[in-house]
């Protein structure tokens, strides 16, 4: 027993006085041959430079590398506090696969990470890929979809969405690099770049240091299509376009929040097609509006550099799409309205922004546009508000949402039945805590609303209908209608209804900054006060850490399966384009 306490001292001293660097890229890292990235290593304390030692598989660095790294004596934090030492080496390639083990020794701290480099057949397997994101979609967004767009009857589904009949399938993993929540910037990132980040962050490792633009970048799907191939490439979304999702195709910066800058991303890598919301970041700012502290007026700029640039659909349906045309679309200041206020309800901002095109409609001009180039493209589409409807727990939305973006995936599918040389992969970024637990049968008498609930078997099936065939739900708002909840929430009234008046603002801030239910809904007959299982400092519900489901169609498809982090997608699609080769296609 005394030799047990010596050695148990005796490690906690050591775990007292023994330091760690820190090394990026990460350890288990997985890096694309010829990719180019930021190595940096991080000190804890202050070092000369001679009294750093940084080995790669047992030799010096600056051999192994063929160039020396920037030495930061004492690099600064906020305030100007002391950081410790740090190595920066930018624009680092490695042309050869296999694995590289990084140690670094300075005083008491010590390091190792090991990076696998992997290449790819010379060979592209598809010419083209359309990558389809419906942001925060979980299983309970398709199940919804899938019953209130096509019915079901004696247990069986009476039609299947379009990514039902995508042939292979992945569970993907998206937990950030520093926790196991998540959120589109680091998730998307990975999928666009092969390498896990930290929540908020695109493109980058997210270091110590508080300039939100200086920190080590990776290589971005755009950045690698523009280095490796002659392809076109396009991003279509229902978010402003500079948001998460649709930034990470190009973008570099720890905060997701710094929109003016990705802009200038876009503007840098300029895709050939750029369809979404967002244009108050575009106008200099002295147009009422704009959301820039600059003079850069974007939208001349790309008009410029031979964009044309449409605001509403009848403009993207009648623009002049040239063989060597470059398209930018957009469509709303900020979010573009979702499909239930865009298409039925005319609520939300569809009476300032009335006539903003659907996702089919971005979706098919982008495709038309982009597969005017004989070299193939990149066009990634993302229905951005199954999760901005979502936080909010407003499900009808969401869902109807959901049916739009399984008709732009119809569409790609439709497109690609002529055109067999194209991989289409449909995923989500994150999921949310969100299950349809049954039916609300308003036709059930009960006191509360909340005894209208159905489960098991009393639950029956919801009797939505679609008339015309355009398969959307006549109406959401029927007497028997699914059950959609969420498991976590802050405080708020359920009304056990769609919220057919306007977007649901479930909380508010009191006196005290505190979110608390929303009252405007308190006096909704049979609505029920539900105490929040989040913090306080939480307005709507959160994501969840469980594993999306990707699924794929088309030449490469055959790589996804089983578990795989988001980081292993982007190798997937590496192969699939051939972007290892060392030869420009």
Not at 461 to 470: K, R
Request: hydrophobic fraction near 40%; proline fraction near 4%.
């Amino acid at each position: 027993m005394r030799a047990r306490l010596a050695l148990l001292a005796a490690a906690t001293c050591l775990a007292g006085t023994a330091q760690a660097a820190t090394i990026y890229p990460l350890d288990r890292a997985t890096i694309l041959v010829g990719s180019p990235f930021d190595f940096k290593v991080e000190l804890d304390s202050v070092y000369a430079a001679g009294d750093v030692e940084v080995t790669v598989n047992g030799e010096a660095y600056s051999d192994a590398f063929g160039n020396e790294a920037e030495f930061v004596s004492d690099e600064k934090g906020k305030d100007d506090a002391s950081l410790g030492s740090a190595l920066i080496l930018r624009d680092l390639t490695l042309g050869e696969a296999g694995d590289y083990t990084v140690a670094v020794k300075a005083g008491d701290e010590t390091k190792e990470v090991t990076w696998t480099v992997y290449d790819t057949p010379e060979t592209p397997k598809a010419k083209n890929i359309i990558f389809f994101v419906a942001d925060g979609m979980s299983m309970g967004h398709r199940s919804a979809a899938r019953i209130m767009s096509k019915g079901m009857t004696e247990g069986k589904a009476d039609g299947r969405l379009s990514m039902d009949d995508l042939d292979h399938m992945a569970t993907i993993g998206t937990s950030s690099t520093h926790s196991v929540a998540t959120d589109s910037a680091n998730t998307m990132s990975a999928y666009m770049t092969g390498h896990k980040t930290r929540v908020n962050a695109l493109g980058v490792y997210a270091d110590r240091t508080p300039d939100s633009q200086d920190d080590p970048k990776v290589e971005t799907m755009a950045e690698a299509l523009r280095r490796q191939t002659g392809k076109s490439i396009g991003v279509v979304s229902t978010a402003e376009i500079e948001d998460a999702t649709p930034a990470a195709v190009v973008a570099h910066t720890r905060l997701r929040a710094d929109k003016a800058d990705i802009v200038g991303m876009f503007y840098d890598v300029k895709p050939e097609v750029v369809l979404g919301g967002g244009s108050a970041y575009f106008l200099k700012s002295d147009v009422p509006g704009s959301k820039r502290k600059d003079d850069n007026d974007y939208i001349a700029m790309f008009q410029d550099a031979g964009y044309t640039v449409v605001t509403s659909a009848d403009e993207l349906a009648s623009a002049e799409k040239t063989e060597d045309g470059k398209l930018l679309g957009l469509f709303h200041t900020g979010n573009m309205d979702s499909t239930l206020d865009r298409k039925f309800l005319k609520t939300g901002s569809v009476e300032k922004f009335p006539n903003q095109p659907g996702l089919v409609d971005m979706t098919t001009a982008a495709i038309e546009q982009l597969s005017k180039n004989p070299e193939g493209f990149f066009l990634m589409v993302e229905a951005a508000n199954v999760d901005k409807m979502s936080h909010p727990l407003d499900w009808d939305r969401a869902v109807v949402d959901m049916i739009e973006f399984d008709q732009a995936i119809g569409a790609a599918m439709e497109w690609m039945n002529s055109n067999p040389d194209t991989l289409i992969v449909v995923t989500g970024d994150h999921t949310h805590g969100f299950s349809v637990i049954g039916t609300i049968d308003d036709e059930v008498e009960a006191d509360e609303m909340r005894n209208k609930v159905m489960t098991y078997d009393d639950a029956g099936f919801p009797n939505y209908t679609d008339e015309n065939g355009d398969g959307y739900p006549d109406k959401v708002d029927v007497s028997r209608r699914l059950a959609m909840f969420a498991n976590n929430f802050p405080d708020y009234y359920e009304t056990f209804r769609p919220k057919l008046d306007g977007p649901f603002e479930p909380a508010v801030k009191d006196e005290n900054g505190r979110y608390v239910a929303n009252e405007a809904y308190k006096d909704v007959p049979g609505a029920v006060l539900r105490t929040g299982n989040l913090p306080y400092n939480a307005s709507t519900g959160v994501h969840a850490v469980d594993d999306v489901l990707l699924q794929a169609t088309g030449p490469g498809a055959e790589g996804f399966k089983g578990y795989m982090e988001q980081s292993d997608v982007y190798e997937v699609l590496a192969d699939t384009f051939a972007l290892g080769n060392s030869q420009k296609q």
